[in-house]
């Protein structure tokens, strides 16, 4: 059974050569290296008798037909686009999951559809705005969205033109009522499950976010010659707001807030930063908490760049309530995990993931599998194959057992 496991450790790994740098993995929305993440899975897809397309926000929708007409459809799947300098198994291990169970059937069919989804961008790298790909299937990619720029000026509705694919059939992405729910198999991103010493987690919840971007704004001049008494740096401005995000996600238990970009624009080494740009991201279990640390964290920028005879200019980016997980999914994963030989660990996200944009619409479920070490979003990121196989393993009797008739939640 292993040898299933491998060749799903392999694909993720053929699937890394797809990308924007020859020296580490990194896949942005509909880049060119997209192309071949499509062909290669849509390859894949054929050889299972699978149909499959491209839908007009850019994802790669296979569909493995059930046993008869009119029915109703499981979604399966997660994302393929990366962060810069990625792992192997973020996003993509979910998809690659998915056509290897399909494989496993070997042409038997299930009592419903089984559609597999390879969303086209979670990350929000290119744009600064995540779950591109999911909110296309629930029917949320408005105006603002299309016009949003990436840093070379392109539009997501250029992006998608440009990629081959039809803003004009926005609509015909959008879930109907066949979809029954909507299930992600993951790796943890975290050390939960390696603390604990076990394989599989199952999702509970996942936390609220918030995105910001903010540009704190002072005056750029010569570095010799300004004295420090007379220095509106927005430099060491941003810098000690970025103290303050720090301590404040020390202050809260559950509470993370992180500054994970930082932009001098036009800097240089003999000149005082007049601008710059940095990210806020704060999440939390629960939303109150999550939105008691945004308030604290922007008047606390507010506060510095007035000390300092700074601007501070601030943009939300993107935010979302905690997502609760269906129950009812969650009791079939933890009945096909304990019915396969393993135990479960009931959990929660502190990452966001295409499942909490799908629960708006349908039922949606998460399975965890164990990162090593806890890395993610990096190279040295990486899965076990045991723990493959005990997510294969339990994947299969979570479909064979799965009553789409258990499921009347219409879209």
Request: glycine share 10%; aromatic share 6%; proline share 3%.
């Amino acid at each position: 059974m292993t040898l299933r496991a491998q060749r799903a450790i392999d694909a993720c790994w053929t699937i890394a050569r797809f990308s924007e740098s020859s020296d580490n993995i990194t896949r942005t929305y509909l880049s060119q290296p997209t192309h071949g993440v499509h062909e290669f899975l849509g390859a894949w897809m054929e050889r299972l008798g699978m149909e499959w397309r491209v839908d007009a926000a850019g994802n790669l929708r296979g569909v493995y037909r059930g046993d008869g007409v009119g029915l109703r459809r499981l979604l399966i799947g997660s994302h393929i686009d990366t962060v810069p300098n990625a792992g192997a198994f973020d996003g993509v291990l979910g998809v690659v999951l998915a056509l290897v169970m399909i494989e496993a059937f070997e042409g038997r069919r299930l009592s419903y559809d089984l559609e597999v989804i390879a969303f086209s961008e979670e990350e929000g790298v290119r744009f600064g705005v995540p779950f591109i790909g999911s909110r296309g299937l629930i029917g949320d990619v408005d105006e603002a969205l299309l016009n949003t720029e990436d840093r070379a000026g392109i539009t997501v509705k250029e992006a998608i033109e440009h990629y081959g694919v039809a803003v004009s059939e926005l609509a015909a992405a959008v879930l109907d009522a066949s979809a029954l729910g909507f299930v992600e198999f993951h790796i943890e991103q975290g050390p939960v499950l390696g603390d604990v010493g076990l394989s599989l987690g199952i999702v509970e919840a996942i936390a609220g976010q918030s995105r910001y971007e903010l540009t704190f704004r002072g005056s750029a001049n010569h570095a010799g010659t300004t004295p420090m008494r007379r220095r509106r740096d927005a430099l060491a401005g941003a810098a000690e707001w970025i103290g303050a995000v720090e301590r404040e996600g020390h202050s809260t238990l559950g509470l993370v807030a992180t500054v994970g970009r930082a932009e001098v624009v036009s800097g240089a080494t003999n000149v005082v930063p007049g601008e710059v740009r940095v990210s806020l991201d704060v999440r939390h279990g629960w939303d109150s908490a999550r939105a008691l640390a945004v308030e604290n964290l922007l008047s606390s920028a507010h506060a510095i760049a007035a000390r300092r005879g700074l601007g501070v200019e601030v943009v939300l980016q993107f935010e979302d309530a905690a997502t609760a997980m269906d129950g009812r999914l969650a009791a079939y994963l933890e009945t096909a995990i304990v019915a396969t030989g393993r135990r479960p660990h009931r959990m929660v996200s502190g990452a966001g993931h295409d499942a909490m944009v799908l629960a708006k619409r349908v039922p949606a479920a998460m399975l965890f599998l164990r990162s090593p070490g806890g890395v993610s979003h990096h190279p040295d990121e990486a899965v076990l194959l045991e723990d493959v196989e005990a997510a294969i393993a339990a994947g299969l009797y979570f479909l064979q057992h799965l009553d789409p008739n258990a499921f009347d939640t219409p879209v």
